[in-house]
């Protein structure tokens, strides 16, 4: 089950000019790199491109160099407004996180200190993510879940209070994308088992609210069982209330839902 691959080369003029503009980035291929890692770092405006390039850095065996550029990194963190750069930068430096230990370079790159700026920007605009579009949900989605795994980290376990605190603060908006009401609640019902009083509620209240109401419950379902799936795999009184409640639509109602609930 070996993976073959097949390599062919020539020389090309291309590539002696190619060297030859690099030259003055460095004496040599790692030097040169360096210094592009550098330039670009300091060219990038937002918080998921720096993040990147330390990444792409560290696997290149540039860690101890790309260290140095922590602060520009810090800066980007700092000054970037969208929640959807800071997440993936944060999803970056996550990585980074989990494979410093493996490449044995656990003291190149500040990897905690930047790690824990990104949560915090994170966590900060998370409240306000509560009138995302259907398209950008299943994003907000995947960052709330990538903020509780870090959490579960044992350098981050801090950290679970205040996502915990975020997330109470989302699901009190009104209005709130359903998906979303959903995936928050159940990381919530993941750090604390008690809120399963409040989401047999709150589930109850779409499925025999309004009709508008009632037409969100896959979104909600949806975003509930992508964070909490145990509740269908432990939790058999729930499933039967949901089944329960589901049975009471009418026909028209059910099938109109059908395409979100599948």
């Known amino acids: 089950n070996l993976i073959r691959e097949t390599w062919e080369y020539r020389w090309s003029a291309a590539v002696d000019s190619a060297l030859i503009e690099h030259a003055v980035s460095g004496g040599t291929v790692r030097d040169a790199c360096v210094t592009e890692l550098r330039s670009r770092l300091a060219k990038a405006a937002r918080a998921e491109e720096g993040a990147e390039l330390l990444l792409r850095?560290?696997?290149?065996?540039?860690?101890?160099?790309?260290?140095?550029?922590?602060?520009?990194?810090?800066?980007?963190?700092?000054a970037d407004g969208d929640f959807?750069?800071?997440?993936?930068?944060?999803?970056?430096?996550y990585r980074l996180y989990q494979w410093k230990e493996q490449y044995g370079e656990a003291d190149s790159i500040d990897?905690?200190?930047?790690?824990?700026?990104a949560f915090d920007r994170c966590v900060q605009l998370l409240p306000v993510m509560h009138t995302v579009s259907d398209g950008a949900a299943g994003?907000?989605?995947?960052a709330s879940m990538l903020l509780y795994q870090l959490t579960m980290q044992p350098d981050f376990a801090d950290k679970r209070e205040r996502l915990r605190e975020a997330l109470e603060m989302l699901v009190e908006q009104n209005p709130i994308h359903p998906s979303?009401?959903?995936?928050?609640?159940?990381?919530?019902?993941?750090?604390?088992?008690?809120?399963?009083?409040?989401?047999?509620?709150?589930?109850?209240?779409?499925?025999?609210?309004?009709?508008?109401?009632?037409?969100?419950?896959?979104?909600l379902l949806q975003g509930l069982f992508y964070t909490a799936r145990d509740l269908l795999l432990t939790d058999d009184?729930?499933?039967?209330?949901v089944d329960g409640l589901l049975c009471q639509l009418e026909d028209a109602d059910f099938t109109a839902m059908?395409?979100?609930l599948r």
């Open 237 to 241: 009184s729930f499933l039967k209330e």
């Open 84 to 93: 959807s750069s800071l997440c993936r930068a944060c999803g970056h430096l």
């Open 111 to 117: 990897d905690r200190m930047l790690l824990n700026r």
């Open 57 to 78: 850095g560290f696997l290149m065996g540039l860690g101890d160099s790309a260290g140095a550029a922590a602060a520009r990194m810090d800066a980007l963190l700092i």
């Open 139 to 142: 994003q907000v989605q995947e």
């Open 258 to 260: 059908l395409p979100q």
């Open 180 to 219: 979303l009401h959903g995936a928050a609640l159940g990381l919530l019902y993941g750090m604390e088992p008690g809120w399963k009083t409040e989401i047999d509620r709150i589930v109850r209240g779409y499925l025999q609210g309004t009709k508008g109401e009632m037409m969100k419950s896959a979104d």
